[in-house]
């Protein structure tokens, strides 16, 4: 129960979740809802793995199954842009396409090579700041580094860019949008698609950096919804959204490593002497997300903010009201 | 002079006499609907197909091993309406409360909820051993019922009160009930450390046809249960409350415009808490129905996926709870066949693509081809 | 100063939507320089036609010329490359930005970085060079309605926009704001600008333009002809086809008890600023009481706390004597209040079932709709059935679904399922608003009924002519407050408070 170690491993987990809420972020902010991530994830994870196994190449790995995510989001893309069907539905379905194509092509692949695929690294200076250095910049995988590096570059897009001006407008007034010249369906797909790529990523992240392996659904363990939930914590901010990522990924690992000690603080650990008890632990991230969503959800309610106005609607160019 | 006459003459387009355009529909006709549902499903087989033989599998012999394992025979129909039972309770569950734009993800939670109750009820003597089955049976009704509901009521509340999401917390909670029911299993009432309880006593076995073997040999074999019958009866008791009682007419008016709802003076908190606690209910009921009819006992793997399979059901059924029940059937044979087939994600895969044409196909119903001749 | 060179020509414009010719074989010719207003009742065709011209839609048939060349338009962007722009009825702005982040919006400077500052400077000056004062950091929803319409102007006019089309700008301006608008619109003209004035109010028309083109029910019946060459009853005529009843027939009457009170009512808005301050106000069985009010001043919310579906934060609302403050909303409907809400499609109607299943929302809990836990389907359908034909709901049958049917008929709907139950209580929120003349003309006849059955009526509505036309009392709202009660039927008076410019509660109600 080091808490140095909870934290770099904390770090680690929270990536996956930054990658995929920071692509829901997106997705959300131009409207559209996206509740595929578990779906698309399992692929990213699976197609990481498969591609990396047979050809060793991790970063073909990681591109393969950034695209194939891409390519399912764009599904859910077709059918709620321009088929207008409903978001929530569509996502599920994702889901169940995701979870069931990564199951059926990552049949036998389990656990073949479960060795770390992409370079872990140790920044030179950084990693001798006192507490910081341990925790960020020790022996954690490439991707942890590119994690630290899209919170800001997604925060300046978003807020300080003309891009991400359009981004949020298509998402709170498409019909404005739209009449200032801006094409609404073509930036909803894009952002979709790199919502899914990020999904991809984070599925990739899994499988070649984090917890290497195919592990059938276990795999993701429902991180995809977890990050679904992290975006409304998140308040619709990258740097919320790493932060949310970060204290569940730590949580992750104190409820593995609680279990070991015969002591817990002093104390006769229940954990220890009574393994049974651990099925309470893992209850808890689960648990957690949801005490993060009702914080969030009270946050809105009071600041009178929320979500972009125009999630989970479809828009329909030219409808006539009454 | 038309409009279009300045793009007519650019290059690979058709010259043609008329255009398509798409256009708002202004009525459905009543056949259109289930016309819709049937090719989706056909295109979803279709797709299924090109799929299972891009993994190397036979599309033709897994389609009609699938029909021959869920319907050739008097012993596996039954085996599939014993598959079909908690599928109908999920699906009613879903269905209620998508009525209300509830998106109740839990009902795999909720199931699991039921047998724990309905079983506490036995492995805790809360009911003796002796009871007579009648009194068994009906405590573990209203003890699944009740342990459903309450995992409804949870998200209900956080939904009403504080506009939680819906969709994660019954989703999350679907996660916890699995943790907490294992605890139970291995925790509390381990049998040797296997990952099951007990056999439950013989009072709180759900009738099947086959104990009626000795007067009626036919019925010998079908393992079909009593939990059909509370399947049966729960789809004409929903059907009734949306389409005949005033509550069904509030939760309908809520799920079409909920700003409408509240301006006729309906309560929407206390609305959404009891649907999703009826959704919760039913789900429930589909979980100690699985346990006292076809496990007898708690063990960890009494669902599979009947929770999410019941949103697809709901969703194929459009919500209609007469609907759900053929539905039910038809994809309760899909899961008892698709257990022999290899890979393991195709019964999954199968009902994603499914659900997936069914939402794709439904712009049909909104929308319509119209040609439109060119001057 | 007018050339006659036409700046923009429309010639045998078709347009269509499901079910509705909108514009059928419409010709139209703007003059550089000029004002031209484009006249029509609700459902016209002026919007569509406009739209188009602005790129949004495309014409089934006919042809458009800018500047002697033909044109067509994929998008509004294409429009206002050309120096097109229209200002809609419902600003195409984003509440949660900033006034220079919208008038930004789908620009391709600045090519990366924002940096507001600097336009900030830039809007500022912009709008000190038009006449139009705009703060550049505020927020879209921190703005007042007047303020909104001045960043739409700010917006056209930065891009370069020559050709100005407002559509139905003066429906959210109070009368000195109307007056402070078409002197702007004027100063534009001297600049350079050309301009599309749409409008259903013919004493605007006739005020501002320099030529009125008249359209009814998607064809032109009157094209570029001058004001001083037409009247008012000839341009109603036009826009309607037969003889316009300006005046509506109500008989005098004595009010009776008092259905209505509010005492020391305050309310908060849905962002948490107050929008209802103390406000007293007594309404009597067989009196209407006109109150009107620039939108956005708490009419709105003044309606809900009234119907039960806002909390007040202070003060008592009592409905023949018995409060109904911060009591659900089932409990006005339970005391005989009907709510014609100003929102038909999303407050009013559910739009996906049946006419009988939106005419029964009130009544549904009660006998004979009601049986037990039961819903008597015969009888909800006889109702329907009934009250199709008393309102004269035009649809298919009872169980058209209500998204199908036009403004008109929804709101006969709504009318159908309020007064049906004998109101003693009628809250009109902007009841004739969208409507055409014909519908117009029954819904007031139809509240003109309701008093004289000796329902007590809040009439909130924008067109003051009709307030003046059908109230006998008329109160002023502004800012949240009652700033007059009992004002006299005068526009410059009841235009003056609506602005602020005076509040006379004390000094009327004292000299009643």
Redesign the interface.
Known sequence: MDPIIILQAGVATGTILLFATIGEIFAERAGVLNLGLEGMMLIGAMSAFSVTVSTGNGWLGLIVAMIAAGALSLLHGVVTIHFQADQVVSGLALTFLGTGLSLVFGEGLSKAGAIALLPTLTVPVLSSVPILGPILFTKQSVMVYVGYLLVPVAWFYINRTRFGLHLRAVGENPTAADAMGLNVYRLRYTYVFIGGLLAGLAGGTISLAISPGWFSELTTGGMGWIAVGLVIFAQWNPWRAAFGGYAFGALRRTVLDIQGPQTLFGLRNPFFFNPYYGFFLQMLPYAFTIGVLIIGSREALRKRLGSPAALGLPYIRGERGH | ???ES??SGSPGRLNLPFELQV?????IPAWLGPLVSVVAIVLALLLGAF?LAL?GGDPIRAYAHIAGAAFGSLGVFSDTLVKATPLILTGLACSVAFRMKL?N?GAEGQFFMGALGASIVVLAGIVPENAPRVATITAMLVAGVIFGAAWGFVPGW?KAR????E???T???N??AI??V??FI???WSEGGFQMTRTFQKAAWLPRLSDLAEQFPILRGLTTHFGLVFAAIAAVIVW?ILY??????EI??IG??A?????????ITRNTVLVMMFSGALAGLGGMSEIAGVVHRLQGSISPGYG?TG??IA?LAKLNPLVVVPVSVLFGGLILAGREI?????P??????I??M???S??SL?YRLRF?RR? | MAETDNLVEMRGIVKRFPGVLANDQVDFELRRGEIHALLGENGAGKSTLMSVLAGLYKPEAGTIVVRGEPVSFNSPRDAIALGLGMIHQHFTLIDSHTVTENILLGLDDPRFLMRLSRYDKRMAEMGERFGLQITPQAKIWQLSVGEQQRVEILKMLYRGVQVLIMDEPTSVLAPQEIEELFKTLRSMVDQGKSIVFISHKLHEAMSIADRISVLRHGKVTAAGIKPEATSKAELANLMVGRKVLFEVEKKPRQPGDVVLELHGVSADNDKGRPALLNIELELRSGEILGLAGVAGNGQTELGEVITGLRRCTSGKILVNGKDVANRSARIPIEYGVAHIPEDRTHVGTAPNLSITDNVIMKGYRDPPLARGISLDRNAAREKAERLKDEYTILAPSVETPVRLLSGGNLQRVILARELSGKPTLLIAMQPTRGLDVGAIEGVQRLLLEQREAGAAILLVSEELEEIFMLSDRIAVIYEGEIVGDGVEPNAERVGLLMTGGERSRKSERAAR
């Open positions: 002079m038309s409009s300045a793009k256009e708002p529909r202004l009525n799929v993994v998106w993800i956080l504080l506009r939680v999401n969709i994660i917390t989703l999350m909670l996660y916890i943790a907490l294992n605890y291995f925790g509390v009734y005949r009682s005033l509550w069904g007419y309908r008016l079409d415009n700003r409408a709802a509240e301006y006729a003076g309906i309560n999410f949103i697809i969703w290899q890979p393991a994600g195709v999954r895969l199968i009902q994603g693509i659900l997936f069914l939402i794709a439904e712009v909104r439109v001057r």
